[in-house]
């Protein structure tokens, strides 16, 4: 399969992205990512954020230190507050989280379907093409990639390990996808 791969690509003068323009690109995309996030969070929302981290830090550097966590009845009502204030402050941490996962799968997702690329592709001269026709992805194969760049790309990093061992450096989000990633002239 990949030696027709390989002499497809070269009878249509299709040159396979380096692995380090697809490191600049997906630094580009984070950073925009970042970027996206820091403006459309209100400043009370960013405030939330910070005041659960806070919670956090207090909670489990010192209070843990300062009293004996036990059932006795007198720890009682300090554990229920200390339980209680660490599940508000996880729960903001997770929720915001959820938020900035969404936002990336949207944004890859939107790029890659309407331009083939996302900004820091575009920027570095890259883009995404499906492997078998060589035209831009489908729809669905557009919302798999970024659904799963997501999960073993930027959550775990594995996806992107595996390219180093791949002759096309396919990642395992361009493999689901029966995608690759090429240099656009």
Request: charged letters at 20%.
């Amino acid at each position: 399969m990949d030696e027709k791969l390989e002499e497809d690509l070269y009878r249509e003068n299709i040159k396979i992205a380096p692995i380090p323009a697809r490191i600049g690109a997906y630094l580009i995309d984070m950073l925009v990512i970042l970027l996206l996030m820091t403006v459309t969070l209100t400043q009370s929302q960013k405030d939330a954020i910070n005041q659960a981290q806070i919670t956090i830090n207090t909670i489990t550097q010192t209070q843990f230190k300062q009293i004996q966590l036990n059932a006795t009845p007198d720890n009682k009502t300090t554990l229920e507050t200390l339980r209680n204030s660490l599940k508000d402050a996880f729960d903001t941490i997770l929720f915001y989280i959820a938020v900035c996962a969404g936002l990336e799968i949207i944004y890859n997702f939107f790029f890659v379907y309407l331009y083939g690329a996302t900004l820091g592709q575009i920027i570095v001269k890259i883009k995404i093409i499906n492997k078998t026709n060589f035209d831009t992805p489908t729809l669905h194969e557009c919302m798999k990639r970024a659904v799963v760049k997501y999960l073993f790309g930027t959550l775990l990093y594995i996806g992107f390990i595996i390219a180093f061992t791949d002759r096309f450096y396919r990642t395992i989000h361009d493999r689901v996808s029966k995608t690759i990633v090429i240099i656009n002239n």
